[in-house]
């Protein structure tokens, strides 16, 4: 399956979710309640970045149109963490998961300077329903870094 770069309802976008393992998605993604500080943002497009499934922009769809849209840099885990095996409760997501159609994702915040590299987010990652395409930012119990260096 090839990556799409559009968000229309019914198209799909592969992620990676582990080695030698893809997952098709919904490009349309419904969080089931908005990310911290980003109120009225529900909805949002994963828009891919690469070839491998694994880096992708996650651009807003605002309800209201005066809202301007976000976007935010998300990664697959499964590249640059190969060892974040987070546990996650099903009973902390809002739909009925199933294991085999869950997809991790971890949101990246761009280095500031050319000395600083990105660092993602392991604490509060991003877990998605790739049937269904409903996903939620869920903090996990641990001693996960908020800023991990990706590379």
Do not use: C, K
């Not at 970045?49 to 499964?78: H, K, M, N, T, W």
């Not at 974040?84 to 869950?102: C, H, K, N, Q, R």
């Not at 050319?114 to 395409?133: C, I, K, Q, S, Y």
């Amino acid at each position: 399956m090839s990556p799409v770069t559009s968000g229309p309802a019914g198209t799909t976008v592969r992620v990676a979710a582990g080695p030698g393992e893809d997952l098709a998605v919904p490009s349309v993604l419904e969080l089931v309640a908005p990310l911290p500080g980003l109120p009225g943002h529900l909805r949002y497009v994963l828009d891919p970045l690469d070839d491998g499934g694994v880096l992708f922009a996650l651009r807003s769809i605002p309800d209201d149109e005066q809202d301007a849209p976000i976007r935010l840099f998300v990664v697959s885990p499964s590249v640059h963490f190969p060892d974040y095996t987070p546990t996650i409760d099903a009973g902390d997501l809002e739909w009925d998961a199933v294991a085999e159609s869950t997809v991790v994702l971890v949101v990246v915040h761009p280095g500031r300077s050319e000395h600083d590299g990105p660092t993602a987010n392991l604490l509060a990652p991003l877990v998605v329903d790739a049937r269904t395409g409903a996903a939620a930012q869920i903090v996990l119990d641990g001693d996960w870094p908020v800023r991990a260096p990706v590379g």
